[in-house]
């Protein structure tokens, strides 16, 4: 290669310009885009790891939402006589359970996942975003488990589904939206104050008994079911009910408040992440 | 547009560093804080704990070249090569990339310990933000490097401390990236392994990539760096010339003198004890860089209890060795020219003049040996380090001589054609002495 050849070269080279963020900077979209490959990967990996070091592995993903129903089932639908939209119970809570559970992991996983990839974050460059991204995408082995689940239930209930179903990837993104906005939040807040991770738990608890899972959300009267919907797992798990079980109660503004929230906290917290994301190889 | 591969401008860092030590502080703190805020004006204490680990740091990388950083612990290296990596932002200032960059920092790349080698280095050709399909022959030229076949499925928790590096630096260095960065990698890993990855790293530069690599070791520095960066408090005291910057580097930070009464690393009974050691110019200024073929004088302090010494009582030996320990050469009173008879003080100085000093551009250690009347009286080992810088040994002006030429110096002359004949000793005395006389 002669000279010539090799300043040409050069020239061709794509320059990155290494400079201090102002205030609050671009979400470089493009740039997550590139790294897809990384995104694909660490998914993987997140997959990998979760099945190879749970002793019970995939069994993991049936047993827990299954346990979870018949608990319900006896509590909430036997002993507690708790209406279900004319749905068998079983059927009705576990149908919330779904995106739940794909929520639950979400929160639990990414809220650790920056300070768990420290080894790298401290090593290397890439997107940060794509870490609590991959966390996330990782449970939905967990619940595309849950939902195959789910279709048997719905045999054995002999419950048809109606058209609504066309909507059911709308929620389905609607899940994962809603799960990235907080865990943007809680992995970024998690660098900085690590007990984060200890309200972890006691926040999911308490996310749990305020969403219409063990009951349906028609239990309340309007505007107040309107204004559940600002808990954006409301407007997910009735939308799952509806889409799938085909239950007639009208849950069109509950998830309209609910997808408006899942958004400004998705949007909200991805700056935030950024953000902060100058510090992280820092603290971390 | 430059053609810098890497351009450094104003940089600074600053850390946070604080009472909460730890870096991260914990969120019932901050709400706590914010509360008592509400009644006082707090001071705002965090700010105060804060350090600067680059500051205004500014220099230019050509395409190709190999710039090495030397600095003592803390000067700011790692965070300089952080900064450029972008794991960390800059506080001020800015830097210019070109190209795909990959780095070694510290220990290890990216690596995750649950995962196999194989799937460790898509990670990382991942990260670096190649396809899959991009990697193909790198593949196996990674692998053939790292030397880890046998292990390439198995998770790297499973390798040891030095196939993780071998693995680690062969990544870095077969991606193909336009920059490399390298963080004292010959810290770790095997002799072997580390002339192997110093081989790589001329080569990385040869196909025009560059590379700037972080070490304390002087050799490697000298042997690979055309131009050196020294860093010192977070600021570039030098850069420009590799030898210049490390003779002034190890003059600012080593004191070769009178630190041998401090050295606890020796063996011997003590008799005679060694107690200074330095080198001097033919100026008679104190050195600790010398050129290949300048006069240099040794001069060794010794303390001994004994009364009337007489120099043949003693033997001095001083050795040069390479960075690995292996010996080079040794100067001893054994070889030279006997010293005068005479008593000599029981505190005093020895002094050792070379007229030309035949070793090729290096850093060497000084092993440094006293015997009194043929038992061990005290060894200290690389009592100092001397660093030899290339300099017109042959007087024709050509190659640079260094390492890779070999440590010994040989002074020589060759001849062509015609010439190349006559230059030898006629056959005829060769033969005369063979013959036995009056044959
Ligand atoms: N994450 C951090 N938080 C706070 N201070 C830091 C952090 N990283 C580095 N420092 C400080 O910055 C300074 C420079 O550190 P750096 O690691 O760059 O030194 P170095 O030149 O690489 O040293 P060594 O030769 O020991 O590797 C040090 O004073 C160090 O304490
Ligand atoms: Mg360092």
New interface residues.
Partial sequence: MNSAQISADIQDLRVQRIEPSKGWVSLRLGELWEYRELLYFLTWRDIKIRYKQTVLGATWAIIQPLLTVVVFSIFFGRLGKIPSDGIPYPIFSFTGLVPWTLFVYGLAQSSNSLVGSQNLIKKVYFPRLTIPIASLFAGIVDFLIALAILVIMMVYYAVTPSMNMVWLPFFFLLTLVTSLGVGFWLSALNVEYRDVRFAVPFLTQFWMYATPIAYPSSMLPEPWRTLYGLNPMAGVVEGFRWSLLGSHTQPGPIILASSGVAVIMMVSGAYYFKRMERNFADVV | ?T?Q?VRVVGLSKQ??IGEKQA??????D?LTDAAKSMFRRSKSGRKSGTIWALQDVSFEVG??EVIGIIGRNGAGKSTLL????????????????????S?L??V?????A??TGR?NI???A??L????KDIGRRFDDIVAFSEVEKFIDTPVKHYSSGMYLRLAFAVAAHLEP?VLLIDEVLAVGDAAFQRKCLGKMGEVAQQ?RTVLFVSHDMTAISRLASRTVVLEGGRVAYLGDTSDAIGMYVKEHQSSEEDLELRTDRRGDGVIRLKSFACFDAQGRKVTSVGTGDPVYFSVGYTTKLKGLEPLDFVLDMRFTDVMGHPISTLSTRFSSPVPRGKVESDGLMVCKVESLSLAAEVYGIDLWLAYRGGMSDFVPRAAEMQVVTADYFGTGAEPLIRKHGAALIPHEWFVGSRAMECMPPPANIESPALPPGA
């Fill in positions: 547009m053609e591969a850390f946070r870096g991260y502080q914990t969120f019932r901050k395409q190709g952080k900064v450029l990596s972008r794991i960390t932002e800059p506080t001020t200032g800015y830097a210019e990339i070109r190209g795909r960059l780095s920092l510290e290890g790349t990216g690596f995750h649950e995962l799937e898509y990670l990382n991942a990260i933000g190649m396809r899959r336009d025009g």
